[in-house]
């Protein structure tokens, strides 16, 4: 599930001026929209194009426009939803679904760690929304203690349903696809080798993989399972009052899985894609070829969307500093290994003329770059892999055959 900013009113996107640069800017500002346009130019639609045959598409699309919608579009409906079932149903801080103060839920995890924190979140989000909550507060009897665990009953229970829906949603695509294309075609084997061999020997190809399916499935659904009380975590570190250096942790790390400004939360659909999806499409796999091939594409999807872009801009900030003469690189940053590995580049709105310019372009190129490299490199290599593999089957068939043709004539000629 897609967090949802509630902070727009000073994010509104000004389209005056030259569009491709204040369009790159609008997204290079809203990190999740700029990751689906990521996801979607550079890795989805250049595989669909790369498809070898139209069953393989099909799939390839289907995997596409249903982990877009359920990853990205659902949570305009279900957040808001699951925010007030939470507020109501869970910490039963209020008594109607309707109910404004259900908004509290969005007081951000680092205010949830004791009690005199919470009570100033409480008062700063009644502040910036402009909302009384004395009917909470009066619920709770005005104890602000209550109101904590009670307030991270509620935000765990949102995220865990986030987990499980949109995870168990996209995970399940693979085998969805296997189920359609059986029903469309009668054929279990992997669809990208439908025009490459007979039918028989893409079905022989599968026989393996089919009898060990229940299994894979159940390897799946453990993994949901993990990943769905993975919340339970969070809850221990922020109630427990034992000072452990687990807890300390948690708590330190917890305003990371807000889902306003949470980085992790701002990760959060493709990390459950890496999980969830991922692995659904790896353990949906009809045979061994079909499993190398999605865990390379995985692995470079992944690595592309959580660090690709980021290190092309660095690697591209860096070279127009030195060459255009710009200033784009951060320089007061914090001293870390990731820093000085990667250093980061300025958001596209903390620039301005020249550097704006250049930092918009440097912007598309990036993601034209990973397009080329990801998106229409690497299947055209797995594409290869693929054919190589089939041959290799048909090579071992026609071998088989020909021994088997020669024994029978050794058999007959000896009658």
Do not use: C
Not at 124 to 132: E, H, I, V
Not at 222 to 238: N, V
Not at 375 to 400: C, R, W
């Amino acid at each position: 599930m897609l967090p949802v900013s509630y902070d727009l009113k000073n994010k509104e996107p000004h389209f005056k001026g030259n569009p491709a640069i204040n369009l790159a800017s609008y997204l290079d500002e809203r990190v999740l929209l700029g990751k689906a346009v990521l996801d979607i130019v550079a890795f989805d639609t250049p595989q669909i194009i790369m498809a070898n045959n139209p069953q393989e598409r099909r799939e390839k699309f289907n995997k596409v426009s249903f982990s877009f919608a359920l990853g990205y579009l659902s949570p305009l409906v279900t957040l808001p939803l699951t925010n007030r079932l939470g507020m109501k149903h869970i910490a039963k801080l209020t008594k109607s679904f309707k109910s404004k103060d259900a908004s509290l839920i969005r007081i951000s995890n680092k205010y949830l760690v004791n009690a005199e924190e919470t009570r100033k979140g409480v008062e700063k989000l009644s502040k910036d929304l402009k909302t009384d909550y004395s009917s909470i507060l009066k619920t709770v009897g005005g104890d602000y203690e209550k109101l904590r665990k009670k307030l991270i009953n509620a935000k765990n229970a949102v995220l865990s349903f986030d987990l499980f829906f949109t995870t168990a949603s996209i995970g399940s695509i693979g085998f969805f696809n296997n189920w359609q294309t059986k029903k469309k075609t009668k054929q279990d084997g992997y669809s990208a080798e439908f025009n490459m061999a007979d039918k028989n020997i893409v079905e022989k190809r599968a026989e393996s993989f089919k009898k060990k399916e229940p299994l894979r499935k159940a390897i799946w659904l453990t993994m949901l399972a993990a990943l769905t009380a993975f919340p339970l975590l969070l809850k221990k570190g922020l109630t427990s009052q034992n000072a452990s250096s687990f807890n300390n942790y948690i708590k330190k790390i917890s305003p990371k899985f807000d889902y306003i400004d949470g980085i992790f939360i701002s990760r959060l659909p493709f990390f459950m894609s890496a999980v969830g999806f991922y692995s659904g499409l790896i353990l949906a796999s009809r045979n061994k070829t079909e499993l190398k091939d999605t865990t390379i594409r995985n692995s470079v999807s992944a690595a592309g969307y959580f660090g690709g872009d980021i290190l092309i801009g660095s690697v591209l900030g860096r070279l127009s500093d030195k060459f255009l003469k710009t200033n784009l690189m951060k320089t007061d940053i914090e001293k870390s290994l990731l820093n000085k590995l990667i250093p980061p580049t300025k958001p596209l709105r903390e620039l301005e003329g020249k550097n704006k310019a250049i930092g918009a372009a440097l912007y598309w190129l990036n993601l034209a770059m990973l397009s080329a490299s990801l998106g229409f490199g690497v299947p055209y290599l797995i594409n290869k892999m693929i054919k190589n593999d089939v041959k290799q089957s048909i090579d071992e068939h026609t071998a088989t055959r020909k021994l088997v043709s020669i024994e029978d004539f050794g058999k007959k000629a000896a009658k």
